[in-house]
């Protein structure tokens, strides 16, 4: 199966590809192009194979359920999307139930398996949601008389071969920034830029960065960030029943979180519960690892330390002696952000770390704290801090968190005003951003496409079919 290196600019976890291009012969956004979960692709780049075996309820492989489920496709629900995945999101689940949407992993970014890929989805738009600039998928869909979109937002067409790409949420790390403003780097991404039609950049700084790395202005334009569109924060029958079932077990125990745990942080976050035991002797620790193998030698140190603990794969009943409960599951992050009052957002608290998304604990009304390593993250406090300075708390290192706890879990109206800070705050930040996005690639990518590939194919007058039948996209996650 083709491997990609992981991306230096992003995460590789959100890296990965919704298309919804179609084969030659078939309608693109026919609902029947879509049903099967893609696994892997062959080295020629981008062929499904299903999945097969097990499946959960919504028909999915139970091997790529995750934590994200890729969006709803409201706007047009007969879509056919395939889900372009990067190693890493072999677990992210395969479009929640849509039949239209299909997961595979990305192909190697060389020319061979571009072409073969681009070659048997046709897309005629592709989305690249805040992923590595890749010069050979980019210059590929370029060299078929496409411009391409930051954010890449691929669209297939029977008829057409052009492809637009467009870049969402776009960022680029300082050290790529550096590495690209270096003699040999400028050029090359200068000439990727050029062929794009749309960044909606992260954030200010990102918009300066690819300013100076000669992105033509006109194509940049703001919309807001995509991770606050966390989509709907209400739990569905079977979260209700989970839910219902973790407070009856804590018993109304106080109770904190500390989510997306890297290795090494979970030292830092056992030293402070372990304090914090001393003043509230019941007190339960819900501890969510990154990277569920972690859970393996934190269960080693929990025993020799001969601390209690639970662990929710075994579904085991928490005791009222136990003093940590650890999950070691997947996909289940955002129901137990509504079972605690409290989560500290992991990730932060070592050097070299970068943060992680904030905004869903506080869709879920938590007081959020973090620390002080957020990286580009950073810009998601300040818009939130703009709001009301309680939405989120950013602790200097292992005592301050120690005594924001304190003071959280001792004072009830302390804790009720960060909660109720962090909510609205995102109920404010997350409103109308999909639709800002979504009005922005209309316009440049459905809206001006006719223009657009006249251009891109050397004036070359392009068909345009009234009947939507015939045409598909592809998008980048």
């Known amino acids: 199966m083709g491997q990609r290196r992981r991306p230096t600019t992003g995460r590789g976890a959100n890296t990965a590809v919704a298309g919804a291009g179609a084969r030659a012969g078939a309608s693109p956004w026919s609902a029947s192009a879509g049903g099967t979960i893609v696994e892997s692709i062959d080295e020629g780049g ?5 999945a097969g075996g097990a499946r959960d309820e919504h028909g999915q492989p139970d091997a790529l359920r995750g934590p994200e489920r890729p969006p709803r496709r409201r706007r047009r629900p007969d879509l056919a999307l395939p889900l372009q995945l990067a190693p890493g999101c072999g677990k992210v689940a395969g479009g929640g139930g849509d039949k239209g949407v299909n997961a595979q992993f990305a192909p190697l970014d060389c020319p061979n398996a571009i072409d073969s890929f681009i070659g048997y989805w046709k897309p005629s738009l592709i989305l690249l949601l805040e992923s590595e600039l890749w010069p050979n998928l980019i210059m590929s869909a370029a060299g078929k008389g496409a411009e391409l979109l930051s954010g890449l937002f691929v669209v297939s067409a029977s008829h057409i071969h052009a492809i637009a790409v467009a870049l969402l949420n776009a960022r680029i790390s300082l050290i790529s920034f550096n590495h690209w403003l270096m003699p040999l780097g400028s050029p090359i991404i200068a000439l990727m830029l050029s062929k794009l039609s749309l960044v909606i950049p992260l954030s200010t700084i990102q918009a300066v960065r690819f300013q100076l790395l000669n992105t033509p202005p006109g194509i940049i334009h703001f919309a807001g960030d995509l991770k606050y569109a966390v989509g709907d924060v209400n739990a569905g029958e079977n979260q209700v029943n989970e839910i219902k079932d973790l407070q009856q077990q804590f018993s ?5 979180m500390a989510a997306s745990i890297h290795r090494g942080e979970e030292e830092v976050i056992l030293r402070v519960h372990d304090e914090l035991v001393k003043m509230y002797p019941t007190l339960l620790l819900i501890l969510v690892p ?10 080693l140190a929990l025993k020799k330390q001969k601390v209690n603990f ?7 009943v928490v005791a009222s002696s136990t003093r940590v409960y650890m999950v070691d599951t997947l996909g289940e992050l955002r129901m ?11 990730g932060s608290f070592l050097s070299g770390l970068a943060g992680h998304n904030i905004s869903e604990a506080a869709a879920a009304g938590c007081a959020v704290m973090t620390g002080p390593h957020v990286g580009h993250f950073y810009h998601m406090l300040v818009e939130m801090w703009q709001i009301n300075p309680l939405v989120v708390k950013q602790v200097s290192g292992e005592f301050e968190l120690l005594q924001t706890l304190k003071e959280l879990l001792g004072d009830a109206s302390t804790l009720g005003a960060r909660q109720r800070a962090a909510k609205n705050a995102f109920s404010i930040m997350s ?13 440049f990518a459905i809206d001006f ?10 004036g070359v007058e392009m068909h345009r079919e009234t009947d939507t039948g015939d045409c598909g996209m592809l998008a980048t996650w």
Do not use: F, M
Request: with cysteine; glycine share 6%; net charge positive.
């Open 310 to 316: 639970v662990l929710r794969s075994t579904r085991e």
């Open 449 to 458: 496409q006719t223009d657009t590939w006249n251009r891109a194919v050397g």
């Open 431 to 443: 409103d109308g951003v999909v639709n800002c996005v979504w009005n922005l690639v209309s316009r």
């Open 252 to 256: 109304n125990r106080p109770l904190w």
């Open 336 to 346: 137990l952000y509504r079972v605690t009052p409290v989560a500290v957002i992991g």
């Open 290 to 299: 990154r990277h569920p193998e972690d859970c393996k030698n934190i269960s």
């Open 46 to 50: 981008g062929r499904p194979h299903d």
